[in-house]
């Protein structure tokens, strides 16, 4: 069972443009939700993250909207740049949990095009 | 300091063989995760460390993986008996904390170790 889904799986953006990546999710005890950038042959990075009593949160170029009633959440990357061309991950956990362990969709890889 | 380390960066091994992988936290951070990412896949939970107990193991997928973690720092995922099925790239991850101020709880993740199972 595949607790949280991402889509698209591939994104092509030209630069200047705006990127959108989608997660749902199904566990209702989520409650920590980060997105990961990852470049290759590096390991994930924190990129922002958001809590449920939020419905958006914004960090320079980079939103999270968050839908709870609708268990959804996405990235949007405004004035998308070539070096934002990268893997995107998103994730959850449960903090009730008490290891916040994440749980993390199969990835978006985003090309930006010069 | 410097960021979460692992080594070695690359392993190739023959189906069978056992293998060590190393994980070196952020100094301080007293949560540790080990993550198993796969071609096109996602990244898969495999164990957490408080401390030098773990108390979720959850993850690991058979008998044969076991990880520990010695002063609250270093810690080894060991994987027996190799199958090509193993073969992913192992991430290690560290945190200040588990719990508590969302902050306390970012994980920061080490580079990897590309594991190839012949």
């Known amino acids: 069972q595949q607790q949280v889904k991402q889509s698209p799986q591939s994104l092509i953006v030209q630069k200047g443009g705006i990127s959108i990546i989608n997660c749902a999710y199904e566990?209702?005890?989520?409650?920590?939700f980060p997105w990961y950038q990852q470049f290759p042959g590096k390991g994930p990075a924190l990129l922002i993250a958001i809590r449920p009593d939020v419905s958006e949160k914004k960090e320079g170029r980079f939103t999270i909207s968050f839908n709870k009633s609708a268990k959804q959440f996405s990235l949007h990357i405004m004035d998308s740049q070539p070096g934002d061309s990268a893997t995107y991950f998103c994730?959850?956990?449960?903090?009730?949990?008490?290891?916040?362990?994440?749980?993390f969709g199969k990835g978006t890889l985003l090309t930006v095009n010069p | 300091g410097a960021g979460v380390s692992q080594s070695p960066s690359n392993k190739v091994t023959e189906k069978g063989k056992d293998v060590e992988l190393r994980c070196d936290p952020i100094s301080g951070h007293t949560a540790l995760y080990w993550y198993r990412q796969s071609l096109g896949q996602g990244l898969e939970f495999l164990i957490y460390f408080q401390g030098n107990s773990a108390p979720d193991k959850s993850g690991l997928p058979s008998d044969r993986f076991s990880a520990e973690r010695t002063g609250g720092s270093v810690s080894t995922l060991t994987i027996q008996r190799t199958q090509q099925e193993d073969s992913a790239v192992y991430l290690c991850a560290s945190s200040l904390l588990a719990g508590g101020p969302i902050s306390y709880n970012e994980q920061f993740f080490g580079p990897g170790t590309r594991l190839t199972v012949l």
């Open positions: 994730a959850a956990s449960n903090s009730g949990g008490s290891n916040y362990k994440l749980t």
């Open positions: 566990n209702t005890a989520f409650d920590y």
